[in-house]
C-alpha cells in the first residue's frame, strides 16, 4: 500500500477543536512538522477535513 505524506504548513491556532483533534490524530503538532501516513478511505477523510491547513504529497 502506498504512503501519503502531509506537512501542517498553517497553524492550528483559531482551529476548531475537532479540527486540531484531526491534526493530532494525522501526527501533527505544530507548523513544519511531517507525518507519513497509509493512503487509505480513512487517512483521505481527515485529509479532507483539515485540506486547508496541509501540504500532501506522494510518498
Given amino acids: 500500500m502506498a504512503n501519503i ?3 501542517l504548513v498553517k ?3 483559531g482551529s ?3 479540527q486540531i483533534a484531526t491534526a493530532h490524530a494525522l501526527g501533527l503538532r505544530k ?3 511531517v507525518a507519513e ?3 487509505n478511505p480513512q487517512t483521505q ?3 479532507k477535513k483539515i485540506s486547508h491547513l496541509l501540504e ?3 510518498a
Wanted: charged share 40%; glycine share 10%; net charge positive.
Fill in 31 to 33: 507548523i513544519g512538522d
Fill in 45 to 47: 477523510g481527515k485529509i
Fill in 37 to 39: 501516513q497509509p493512503d
Fill in 16 to 18: 476548531k477543536k475537532d
Fill in 5 to 7: 505524506q502531509v506537512k
Fill in 11 to 13: 497553524s492550528l491556532i
Fill in 56 to 58: 500532501v504529497t506522494k
